[in-house]
């Protein structure tokens, strides 16, 4: 029997809390399941950092891309199953793509990507057609089957209905990501009916559209998702964790590009510091990895990646204020100086953040063909989109409410050290001044 | 501090001004490929490669006062037009930024936002042989029709960008 048909002789079943069961009996998933390349994403968080400020967020994108997997096959085996509409011809395809969806994210991704200025979609597609257990496992399917995967994952596939299930704005990889990122998380966002939003998607033409009958259900989930964004996602603290992250690997790469000699050479990072590394140089990284570098580096001469590695591995967090940078830019650098002036370097110290500068997004209603959107099958055969339809969703839709924060170490602003400046710094701090 | 901001006000105030959301995703795109180091990260999507940082960012523009989005309703859809304030040439002062070519944008701006779809497109498939990039463009345009001289035209102009930026 040809590989890509064979099924195991025993279904495997994984226990999950967010799908209670993800079933597997094709022997292809099951390989890929077990090889190295997976086996990874068991030891990169799926919410980053996160998990410093709700404690139950260390799950890992192991579990969630079993989840997508989970709702894929679910899809395709269930709801979509003899419609005429949906090529079952596109099973494996649509399943793998699912599973491996984000094989290519590294440790801490966001941060780790804008310093290196790396892309993890690459570093996926690298994963499928490169020399991988993966790409082995793929090709034993079809000698372009890595690519036909590569495609969906990468939204250049011919069938479009097959991309909108991995990936639009109601696709199996947010479906999932909002429920388990609650759960783990423990707050009450993020719930929504997923079962009936599963038994009223149908495909049509080059798109997969909801039938009108669900769409509270897809408000509801709308909803969730906008909830999830401020109360989890854009959280102010553990933004603050990520700030200090990112600043962490600033630092090392700038002591590396001046010369310094680490007392713990960076042996994991080399390669990214001078950009000659290579599939197998990524693959060697996990959070582990990074986070033994950080516990080393508290101990490092430098010391400001001493301090920095402290406050990330204990917890010692920037403070944070609202600041408004179109009326306060000009402040912002006045407060530069005086950091230095007090012997604290902004470029490390006085950090701004913006939700731009965070991986998640609202529902847009595809204005301008920006994105496609969510589109309704009326009664009438017509398609509208969603939020033409419902009022909710037009009320939050677009409508993004954009937040700027101020991170600084605050206790070294009140350690009795050049006390006449520090007072200038928290007055304007105080002030609202930036 | 603020950098990234400041270099998309640059951007428009070198454009003076963009029509079109579609068209100014593009137009950023087709130049962080020739090496303008923009930040914000693209993904492909139904209608090309796509970066929802660089939408938000320019929310929080308009949010600060720096740029301004005008709506103008189409019928079947609403056109967006983007300029930058008063507010905004001050800020793009103050960062010390002011580094487009006025030339190269303009030249950007005058094309079509289907044009600019279709060269972001060969852009976005440029580590595949000519052929095969053709062959993507038809597969994920299919139903723009892409002509064989608008192809050519654009893996033309995308040369023309290129040497403009090397002299």
Avoid at chain 1, 154 to 166: D, E, F, T
Avoid at chain 1, 324 to 338: M, S
Avoid at chain 2, 52 to 60: G, K, N, P, Q, S
């Amino acid at each position: 029997m040809e590989y890509g048909l064979q099924k195991l002789v025993e279904e495997k079943v994984f226990k999950d809390p967010v799908h209670r069961y993800i079933h597997v009996r094709d022997q292809v998933i099951w390989d890929l399941v077990n090889s190295r390349e997976f086996q990874r994403l068991r030891r990169i968080k799926q919410l980053g950092t996160s998990y410093l400020v709700f404690h139950g967020a260390e799950h890992s994108r192991f579990n969630h891309s079993l989840g997508v997997y989970e709702i894929i096959r679910r899809i395709s085996d269930d709801i979509f199953h003899g419609r005429p509409e949906w090529d079952e011809s596109e099973r494996l395809v649509v399943l793998c793509a699912a599973l491996l969806h984000d094989l290519g994210h590294g440790p801490f991704s966001h941060s780790f990507e804008k310093v290196f200025d790396v892309d993890h979609e690459d570093f996926t597609r690298q994963i499928l057609m490169g020399d991988t257990e993966v790409n082995g496992i793929l090709t034993k399917v079809a000698p372009d089957f890595p690519q036909k995967v590569a495609d969906v994952i990468a939204k250049s596939y011919p069938n479009k209905q097959v991309v909108s299930l991995i990936s639009s704005q109601i696709d199996a990889d947010r479906m999932d990501y909002l429920q388990r990122d609650a759960y783990y998380t423990g707050v009450s966002y993020g719930h929504f009916d997923m079962e009936r939003i599963l038994r009223v998607m149908r495909p049509l033409g080059d798109q997969v559209v909801i039938k009108s009958s669900g769409m509270h259900a897809v408000e509801d989930y709308i909803m969730s998702r906008y909830q999830m964004y401020w109360q989890v996602y854009f959280h102010p603290v553990a933004r603050s964790a990520e700030v200090i992250l990112r600043k962490i690997l600033q630092r090392a790469k700038e002591l590396s590009d001046t010369g310094y000699e680490f007392a713990q050479p960076p042996t994991h990072f080399t390669r990214f510091f001078d950009r000659t590394f290579t599939l197998r140089d990524y693959l060697a990284l996990d959070e582990g990895v990074l986070m033994t570098y950080f516990q080393l580096w508290t101990t490092e001469r430098d010391p400001v990646l001493s301090d920095l590695s402290d406050r990330f591995v204990n917890r010692r967090l920037f403070q944070y204020i609202d600041f408004d940078p179109g009326r306060d830019y000009r402040k912002l650098g006045d407060l530069a100086d005086l950091f230095r002036k007090a012997g604290i370097d902004p470029d490390y110290y006085l950090i701004d953040d913006s939700t731009s500068d965070l991986p998640y997004d609202f529902y847009r209603p595809g204005e301008e063909e920006e994105r496609l959107p969510i589109h309704l099958l009326m009664p009438s055969g017509e398609i509208k989109e969603l939020s033409r339809q419902s009022q909710i969703v037009d009320a939050i839709s677009g409508k993004r409410r954009t937040d700027y924060k101020l991170y600084f170490p605050a206790e070294l602003l009140i350690d009795g050290k050049k006390k006449a400046i520090k007072q200038q710094i928290i007055e304007m701090l105080r002030e609202g001044g930036v | 501090m603020l950098q990234e901001h400041a270099k998309i006000v640059d951007f428009i105030a070198a454009a003076e001004g963009v029509t079109g959301r579609k068209k100014l995703q593009k137009m950023v795109y087709i130049l962080k490929k020739l090496g303008e180091p923009f930040q914000e990260k693209y993904e492909f999507h139904i209608y090309g490669p796509y970066s929802e940082e660089l939408t938000a960012r320019i929310e929080e523009l308009c949010d600060m006062g720096f740029m301004t989005e005008a709506k103008e309703d189409k019928g079947s859809y609403m056109q967006y037009k983007y300029a930058v304030t008063a507010e905004g040439l001050e800020f793009r002062a103050a960062l010390g930024q002011q580094g487009f070519d006025p030339a190269q944008v303009a030249e950007l701006n005058s094309r079509s936002s289907r044009f600019l779809e279709l060269t972001a497109t060969l852009l976005y498939f440029e580590q595949l042989p000519r052929e095969e990039q053709v062959e993507k463009v038809h597969i994920v345009k299919g139903k723009l029709n892409f002509t064989e001289a608008e192809i050519s035209e654009a893996f033309d102009f995308i040369g023309q960008l290129r040497d403009a930026r090397l002299q």
